[in-house]
């Protein structure tokens, strides 16, 4: 049970070959989607700034139009596949007056010149990813290279974000099953007062209401999906599986590790990786607090 694999695909997958997929010109599916989608290369998607996390229209990363190239300056941080990727979506500011409808975004090769990739971050889980800062310093963009029309930047990088919370759903999803299934397994091996932990009230019900809530979850992940794959609106239920999803992962963790008891707190058994591996989804790709915002307004709009 690997979830930083899970994320290095998530967003390899769900935001960087669904963004240029979708939105790309012919020109750019060629020279860019077919090695990132057959494994060749892997891509990263670069929105998060260290002034502009959930609030993702205070970018301060800037790409000035000189005519034929645009020049990018700025930070990004917490970029998943930051030293590994060959590709970057780069989202920046172009035009500070429009606000948010002066936001484009740029596909970002490795190794143009004034791009610097920054040490990789010390983080409590999905160590196996590497996460890390990126700094550009006028860096010469092409113009070809801007993905959509002008202004387009944060319309493509929430409709990216939408469809990626159905990955990291699904990432929570298997975080949270592979917990459960570890937990069910040692109380049936695991004995106390003449019995096998299993048998005991206090632990089956633990059990029941982990499998209770990851069955519920596992549906919110298939309709968003479902809805996705169909050409349908799945703003509202892919937030609902991404919230819902990654707090079952944290809950479903934190009990298997008090199933496994003092077991459970060390790094010989492998549920206290995937609760610090957990916590990760209810901030990335929108946190918790965000779908709530998004399935709010839905609902009352």
């Known amino acids: ?20 997929e979708t939105f790309g010109t012919e020109s750019q599916k060629e020279k860019y989607l077919k090695p990132l989608a057959t494994g060749e290369i892997i891509g990263a998607f670069c929105l998060s700034e260290p002034e502009a996390g959930s609030d993702a229209t205070s970018q301060q990363t800037t790409a000035i139009d000189k005519g034929d190239h645009y020049l990018l300056n700025g930070t990004k941080n917490w970029i998943t596949n930051g030293n590994t990727a060959s590709v970057y979506l780069v989202i920046a500011q172009t035009d500070v007056e429009k606000g948010h409808k002066g936001i484009n975004a740029f596909i970002v090769e490795k190794g143009m010149e004034g791009f610097v990739v920054g040490l990789k971050e010390n983080k409590l889980g999905i160590r196996g990813s590497d996460t890390h800062s990126l700094m550009f310093t006028d860096v010469k963009i092409p113009k070809e290279n801007r993905i959509g029309e002008d202004g387009f930047g944060f319309t493509f990088a929430m409709k990216t974000l939408s469809g990626g919370r159905i990955g990291i759903a699904a990432q ?67 937030a609902m599986a991404k919230v819902f999803a990654s707090e079952t992962a944290m809950k479903t963790t934190v009990e298997a590790v008090q199933v496994h008891g003092g077991y459970g707190f060390v790094k010989e058994y492998h549920v206290e990786r995937l609760m610090r591996d957990a916590k990760i989804t209810q901030i990335y790709e929108g946190t918790s607090e965000i779908q709530r915002i998004v399935i709010s307004r839905s609902i009352l709009n």
Request: hydrophobic residues 45%.
């Open 1 to 20: 049970i690997d979830a930083s694999t899970s994320v290095v695909m998530s967003v390899n997958n769900s935001l960087v070959c669904w963004g240029i």
């Open 172 to 238: 929570a999803l298997g975080i949270a099953s592979g917990a459960y299934e570890l937990a069910l397994q040692y109380s049936k091996e695991r004995k106390a007062f003449g019995k096998e932990i299993s048998k005991h009230q206090a632990i089956a019900f633990k059990l029941a209401d982990m499998a209770t809530e990851i069955e519920a979850a596992r549906l919110l992940c298939l309709k968003a999906a479902w809805l996705k794959d169909n050409g349908k609106n799945y703003d509202k239920i892919g």
